[in-house]
């Protein structure tokens, strides 16, 4: 059944302008399988060229039109309709990362929480459903998002009584329409052409492992696909060989799929010029995320980061430079600038150089690094390690629910501060870095006879929990309750003859089930 789009409306958009010319032609993709329901107005496609969205919320919109609505897919047509629509549907690339958290379909530790009134009443009306990420997605037309409210009606009728302390009707009216003018859909985007091929330099990290660096190459394939292979090395030791395949959605999101020594990968990475940054991590139960920032290796000399990024007084610290086509050095060729000694400078292979140095810096402030003059960032000179914090705040790890849903668990870390008043009265604190804490689980009573540490399981000494239960009645325990539960998290770090200690909080909850309304 075609959608009919009345008179007013096909007048009302010749005179905005939108329908002399469509963005999809009627030998593409997109034509032919949407057109079938939603008819061209003057060669525009009305509902698909109103909207722009992600590349994961445009693949939940096409198999909800094929699960639900009767639209076929043959092998292959996935693909080549996400990257026609993401060619001038997309979000822009500044509107896609703020909703980056989600582009992985990972087990997310960001935390959601209404900035204003007007977001207080979209918690309360659509958040307890979805996240706000979700909804941030959508670009849309003042009409398109009218229509959500009918769409819900229409896909869950009971929501009238699941939300019957509120008048959702009247109150979805009002969320919708500050939608509209909070997410406009403003105009269609045009995909810059986007060229992966050539060596590319890579530097990361890894909560609870370390840092890494790294050499990929970039062979194009056409189409928005390519290939990539290269090593990390990480500063553990250990290394991690990767190979496998990318493709590119609206000239600038770039989606890989790779192994990393074996082990299946998927990535999330946002594409400006010759920098590459993103995410990539191992699906669940092996949950590790990485973030990393690729650079093309253009044949110049470049210091790209220091590590660690802070120096404290007294302390002969091993500094390593990284970037690419380092030259050889020695001690004088590497200045921290007056109040950093360098003892000792080497270069360790063309991407990184090794700095011995003391810090004499008795407050809080910054050196500038050179090396043979050439620029290469700052690293904090901090008096001392005032406290450490537990990062994420509060985690959640998910019970197994069965083959297709495994346990999805929690990297935990301890980050270092300075206090930042140091400097000024009002000054904020100042975040140095990771630091190698070790951490334990505590209970954190809630109830009468609280037993929730007894059936969580453990966290290993760096940092990681994965929850060693599935969703299932404990018959051992009271009310014959699955493995969840709310306990502490606790770090302890020694430095400098003190053990720094910080909390955070970890609740165990149930499988997600729907991830498709994330």
């Given at each position: 059944?075609?959608?009919?789009?009345?008179l007013?409306?096909?007048?009302?958009?010749?005179?905005?302008g939108?329908a002399?010319?469509?963005?999809?032609?009627?030998?593409?993709?997109?034509?032919?399988?949407?057109t079938g329901?939603?008819?061209?107005?003057?060669?525009v496609i009305p509902?698909?060229?109103?909207?722009r969205?992600?590349p994961e919320?445009w693949?939940?919109v096409?198999?909800r039109?094929?699960?639900?609505?009767?639209?076929?897919?043959?092998?292959?047509?996935m693909?080549?309709?996400?990257?026609?629509?993401?060619?001038?549907q997309m979000?822009?690339p500044d509107?896609?990362?703020a909703?980056?958290?989600?582009?992985l379909?990972?087990?997310t530790?960001?935390q959601?929480?209404?900035?204003?009134?007007d977001?207080?009443?979209?918690?309360?009306?659509?958040v307890?459903?979805?996240?706000?990420?979700?909804i941030?997605?959508?670009?849309?037309t003042p009409?398109?998002?009218?229509?959500?409210r009918d769409?819900h009606?229409?896909m869950?009728?009971?929501?009238?009584?699941?939300?019957r302390?509120m008048?959702w009707?009247q109150e979805?009216d009002?969320v919708?329409?500050?939608l509209?003018?909070?997410f406009?859909?403003q105009?269609?985007?045009k995909a810059?052409k986007?060229?992966l091929?050539?060596?590319?330099?890579?530097?990361?990290y890894?909560?609870?492992?370390g840092?890494?660096?790294?050499?990929a190459r970039?062979?194009?394939?056409?189409?928005?696909?390519?290939?990539v292979?290269?090593?990390?090395w990480?500063?553990?030791g250990?290394?991690?060989?990767?190979?496998?395949?990318?493709?590119?959605y609206?000239?600038y999101?770039?989606r890989?799929r790779?192994?990393?020594n074996g082990?299946?990968?998927?990535?999330?990475?946002?594409?400006d010029g010759?920098?590459?940054r993103?995410?990539h991590?191992f699906?669940a139960?092996?949950?590790r995320?990485?973030?990393?920032t690729?650079y093309r290796?253009?044949?110049k000399s470049?210091?790209?980061?220091?590590?660690?990024?802070?120096?404290?007084?007294?302390?002969?610290?091993r500094v390593?430079?990284?970037?690419?086509?380092?030259?050889e050095?020695?001690?004088?060729?590497?200045?921290f600038?007056g109040?950093v000694?360098?003892l000792a400078?080497?270069r360790?292979?063309?991407?990184?150089i090794?700095?011995v140095v003391?810090?004499?810096?008795p407050?809080l402030g910054?050196?500038e690094?050179?090396?043979?003059?050439l620029?290469a960032g700052?690293v904090t000179?901090a008096?001392?390690v005032d406290?450490?914090?537990?990062?994420?705040?509060v985690?959640?790890?998910?019970l197994?629910g069965?083959a297709?849903?495994?346990?999805?668990?929690?990297?935990?870390?301890?980050?270092a501060?300075?206090?930042?008043?140091?400097?000024?009265?009002?000054?904020d604190?100042?975040?140095l870095?990771p630091?190698?804490?070790?951490f334990?689980?505590e209970e954190?009573?809630t109830?009468p006879?609280?037993d929730?540490?007894?059936w969580?399981g453990?966290?290993?000494p760096?940092?990681?929990?994965?929850?060693?239960?599935?969703?299932r009645?404990?018959a051992a325990r009271?009310y014959s309750?699955e493995?969840?539960?709310?306990?502490?998290v606790?770090?302890?770090?020694?430095?400098?003859?003190?053990t720094y200690r910080?909390?955070?909080?970890?609740?165990?909850?149930v499988?997600?089930?729907?991830?498709?309304i994330?």
């Amino acid at each position: 059944m075609k959608v009919r789009i009345p008179l007013v409306l096909a007048v009302s958009m010749l005179c905005a302008g939108i329908a002399a010319a469509g963005s999809f032609s009627p030998d593409s993709l997109v034509w032919k399988k949407c057109t079938g329901c939603h008819e061209p107005v003057n060669g525009v496609i009305p509902r698909v060229e109103e909207v722009r969205t992600t590349p994961e919320e445009w693949a939940v919109v096409v198999e909800r039109m094929a699960r639900l609505h009767g639209m076929s897919l043959s092998a292959g047509e996935m693909e080549q309709l996400l990257k026609e629509l993401c060619a001038t549907q997309m979000l822009r690339p500044d509107e896609e990362e703020a909703v980056a958290y989600l582009r992985l379909f990972n087990n997310t530790q960001h935390q959601e929480a209404p900035r204003d009134k007007d977001e207080e009443l979209l918690f309360a009306t659509c958040v307890r459903c979805h996240s706000f990420g979700k909804i941030a997605s959508y670009r849309m037309t003042p009409e398109n998002w009218a229509k959500l409210r009918d769409f819900h009606l229409y896909m869950d009728p009971a929501i009238l009584f699941q939300m019957r302390e509120m008048h959702w009707i009247q109150e979805a009216d009002a969320v919708l329409a500050y939608l509209a003018k909070r997410f406009p859909y403003q105009e269609a985007w045009k995909a810059p052409k986007a060229d992966l091929s050539g060596e590319w330099v890579v530097l990361g990290y890894e909560p609870g492992k370390g840092t890494y660096r790294g050499t990929a190459r970039w062979k194009d394939a056409g189409g928005g696909e390519a290939s990539v292979a290269g090593t990390l090395w990480f500063s553990d030791g250990t290394t991690e060989a990767f190979r496998g395949a990318g493709t590119v959605y609206g000239g600038y999101a770039l989606r890989t799929r790779t192994r990393h020594n074996g082990f299946e990968t998927r990535g999330a990475f946002t594409i400006d010029g010759d920098v590459i940054r993103g995410q990539h991590h191992f699906p669940a139960p092996d949950f590790r995320t990485s973030a990393s920032t690729w650079y093309r290796n253009d044949g110049k000399s470049r210091v790209l980061r220091v590590t660690p990024g802070y120096l404290l007084p007294g302390e002969e610290t091993r500094v390593v430079l990284e970037g690419m086509n380092l030259p050889e050095v020695s001690a004088e060729d590497v200045s921290f600038g007056g109040f950093v000694e360098v003892l000792a400078a080497r270069r360790l292979d063309p991407g990184a150089i090794e700095a011995v140095v003391v810090s004499r810096q008795p407050v809080l402030g910054s050196a500038e690094v050179r090396v043979k003059g050439l620029p290469a960032g700052e690293v904090t000179l901090a008096p001392r390690v005032d406290y450490i914090v537990v990062t994420p705040a509060v985690g959640r790890a998910r019970l197994e629910g069965g083959a297709y849903y495994p346990p999805e668990g929690v990297q935990f870390e301890a980050v270092a501060y300075s206090n930042g008043r140091d400097v000024w009265d009002g000054a904020d604190d100042v975040a140095l870095g990771p630091v190698p804490a070790r951490f334990h689980l505590e209970e954190e009573v809630t109830r009468p006879g609280d037993d929730d540490l007894v059936w969580l399981g453990a966290i290993e000494p760096d940092g990681t929990y994965i929850p060693v239960g599935d969703y299932r009645p404990i018959a051992a325990r009271e009310y014959s309750g699955e493995g969840s539960g709310w306990v502490k998290v606790v770090a302890e770090y020694d430095r400098g003859g003190r053990t720094y200690r910080a909390e955070a909080r970890l609740a165990v909850t149930v499988p997600d089930f729907i991830r498709r309304i994330k």
